[in-house]
């Protein structure tokens, strides 16, 4: 079946503007999690969402970031006034309801951020 | 708060068995152990996870002593294409999983 899709791939954007970053997870995957990885780094955790609550917010870097679920679907992430550092892969991982964070996650491509 | 320690990085030749071993001395003790592996321009892709002993699947090994303070990955007979990031993760706190930097394992022809 289809796996988790990210859009854009790929996005170049001028410092000082809004991007929107947008994740379909696997039909049925209630948990939703997004991550940042820059160049030759691990994955450093933002958000994640059990349905289209987000429990956990402690990882957004700062109130320029945000997130949106809708119902256990697509989500949107949202970088405002992007800077330089915001430079990086974003990735979106969905996993089904069971077993919380033991369950494997199944991870989209990811799409690379480059701030000009 | 479970994090985890793994080597940065290492070679192996074509052909060999490759074991990398993670330390996660504060798992709880409802938590598995997962491995994951990723290619560049890839997300992470699941290979391969256990709570206690030994775990085999068709791509690789997984060894816990019983303490679970450690693992074990156990990639047999590597080939180029094993060429990846290799992390161990264990659960951070509810629904938040710390990556690290992960295994860089080069496989050399």
């Known amino acids: 079946g289809a796996g988790v899709s990210q859009s854009p791939s790929n996005k170049v954007t001028e410092k000082g503007k809004d991007v929107e970053l947008r994740c379909d997870p696997i039909?049925?995957?209630?948990?939703l999690y997004w991550y940042r990885q820059r160049l030759g780094q691990g994955l450093e955790f933002l958000i994640y969402?059990?349905?289209?609550?987000?429990?956990?917010k402690s990882g957004l870097p700062s109130d320029r970031f945000s997130a949106e679920r809708t119902g256990e679907s697509v989500s949107t992430l949202t970088i405002q006034r992007t800077q330089q550092e915001d430079s990086a892969v974003y990735l979106c991982?969905?996993?089904?309801?069971?077993?919380?964070?033991?369950?494997?996650?199944?991870f989209g491509d990811g799409t690379r951020l480059s701030i000009l | 708060l479970a994090k985890t320690t793994q080597p940065i990085s290492m070679d192996s030749y074509e052909g060999q068995e490759v074991n990398i071993t993670c330390s996660h001395n504060?798992?709880?003790?409802?938590?598995?152990i997962t491995w994951y592996q990723q290619f560049p321009s890839q997300g992470p892709r699941f290979i391969i996870q256990?709570?206690?002993t030994k775990v085999t699947n068709e791509v690789a090994s997984l060894f816990i002593p019983a303490d679970r303070k450690s693992s074990t990955l156990s990639l047999p007979r590597v080939s180029l294409s094993d060429t990846a990031v290799y992390y161990c993760?264990?659960?951070?706190?509810?629904?938040?999983?710390?990556f690290g930097t992960g295994t860089r394992l080069t496989v050399i022809p």
């Open positions: 993760l264990v659960p951070y706190r509810a629904n938040n999983l710390f």
């Open positions: 504060n798992i709880a003790t409802n938590d598995y």
């Open positions: 991982a969905s996993s089904p309801p069971d077993r919380g964070s033991n369950q494997p996650q199944h």
């Open positions: 256990g709570y206690k």
């Open positions: 039909s049925g995957h209630t948990a």
């Open positions: 969402f059990q349905g289209n609550s987000a429990p956990d």
